[in-house]
């Protein structure tokens, strides 16, 4: 079945660079997303990657996917408080149609 | 980039009564619209695939009798949470895929919050 696990909550010191992790269990993934959700609004899509690819960049933001090891990350260079929000990874699987499931979310808060 | 805008972005009402809620694209045409439902600090759970000309696909465990969706046409889609009541509080959010760019993205909504009294 589909299983989309992320850590709840991580804490940055404004600068740093943030690494938000995300595990799935189904290994039939087409593309997968990152979304950012500040508070009481609705999701902003980040980046995606297609599930052949290992990196993709753009700008600040750097997504790798361990295909092997059904493993995607996030990582935000140079974060700043603008940043803070909820980070929710999805993935779009074969033959799903243009279904995502989405993983539990985290909570990304960045200090000064 | 697409819009998709959602009405209204929040809402109370008494238990019992029927409440709508809008998603539209603003600048481009979707032939699918998704309707999502988020309980606080929780993610999102897919709730229905509306497609316009069509009846909506619903997951499981979803009502369709309880939630009716309606996509009369390529920028408009409504859930209409029939009777509500207090535990049909959340916060549901739209999205819509372009139908020209296709592509590989949906574009949400800002959300609708409902409280049911």
């Known amino acids: 079945g589909e299983d989309v696990e992320q850590s709840l909550f991580l804490s940055v010191r404004e600068g740093d660079s943030s690494v938000i992790n995300c595990t799935y269990t189904?290994?039939?993934?087409?593309?997968l997303y990152w979304y950012k959700q500040e508070p009481g609004a609705g999701l902003q899509l980040l980046t995606y990657?297609?599930?052949?690819?290992d990196m993709k960049q753009d700008q600040r933001l750097t997504v790798l996917l361990n295909k092997k090891d059904k493993h995607l990350s996030l990582r935000i260079a140079d974060t700043q408080t603008g940043d803070s929000a909820i980070y929710f990874c999805?993935?779009?699987?074969?033959?799903?149609?243009?279904?995502?499931?989405f993983g539990t979310g985290t909570q990304l808060k960045v200090e000064l | 980039g697409a819009v998709v805008s959602q009405h209204p972005s929040w809402v109370i009402c008494k238990s019992g009564t029927s409440v709508k809620i809008e998603c539209r694209s603003l600048?481009?045409?979707?032939?699918?619209m998704f309707w999502y439902r988020q309980f606080p600090k929780q993610s999102l759970m897919l709730m229905a695939t509306?497609?316009?000309?069509?009846?909506?696909?619903?997951e499981q465990g979803v009502e369709k009798d309880k939630f009716l969706i309606n996509h009369a046409s390529l920028t408009l889609s409504t859930l209409t949470v029939t009777s509500a009541h207090p535990e049909d509080s959340s916060f549901y959010i739209c999205?819509?895929?372009?139908?020209?760019?296709?592509?590989?993205?949906?574009?949400f909504g800002p959300g609708t919050r409902l409280l049911v009294l």
């Open positions: 999805a993935e779009k699987l074969t033959g799903g149609g243009n279904k995502l499931t």
């Open positions: 999205s819509a895929r372009d139908r020209v760019s296709g592509g590989e993205t949906q574009y």
């Open positions: 189904d290994s039939s993934s087409t593309y």
């Open positions: 509306s497609n316009e000309g069509s009846k909506a696909t619903y």
């Open positions: 600048d481009f045409q979707a032939t699918t």
């Open positions: 990657i297609f599930s052949n690819m």
